[in-house]
């Protein structure tokens, strides 16, 4: 046989050093805390630019530790830039403080998109460390596909009504535990839909 097929989740999970969830956590966690610090001692446009630094640093790290680009994080660094130089070239905290609902809603729009046209986006970002049946990723991707339009209305919400500096903890200390306890709610699905991971080669 030859050299296993990197390509597929099978090959890759095999070529791909684990990573512990807690650093993963950190390497998302990591920039949001650079920023609401920075933002607390110097301000927003100084917490959005050291935000605009530290995020492609962290990017990078996911990338060299799973030797893969981590997607979801790579289109929100790239969200930070945009958003964030719009922020710093006009002097205006609106473009940063509207980032987080488009970058959910533009989630949310390609998980429908991939529902209307029967693809399972969601399996392709996740098909290396889930193993469901297509029903399973169905429900699943309908849930997600939904909690990323709740998280773009509690940030137009929050934003809208509260401090600058309310809205940048919000940020950094409520979007992260909503996520985490959002995915744990899913273990109900998954440990219904799980199917036996695929046996490489087999």
Known sequence: MTAPDRSGPAGADAARPAVSPFLRLALEAGPLLVFFVTNSLYGIMAGTAAFMVVMPIAVFASYRLERRLPIMPLVGCFFVLLFGGLTLW??????????????????????FVGLALRRQYLKLLMGAVLHLDEEGWRRLTWRWAFFFLVLAALNELVWRNVSTDSWVAFKTFGIIPLTLAFGIAQVPLLTKHQIEEPKPGG
């Open 90 to 111: 006009q002097g205006d905290e609106l473009f940063i403080k509207l980032k987080p609902t488009i970058v959910n809603l533009l989630f949310a729009a390609v998980l």
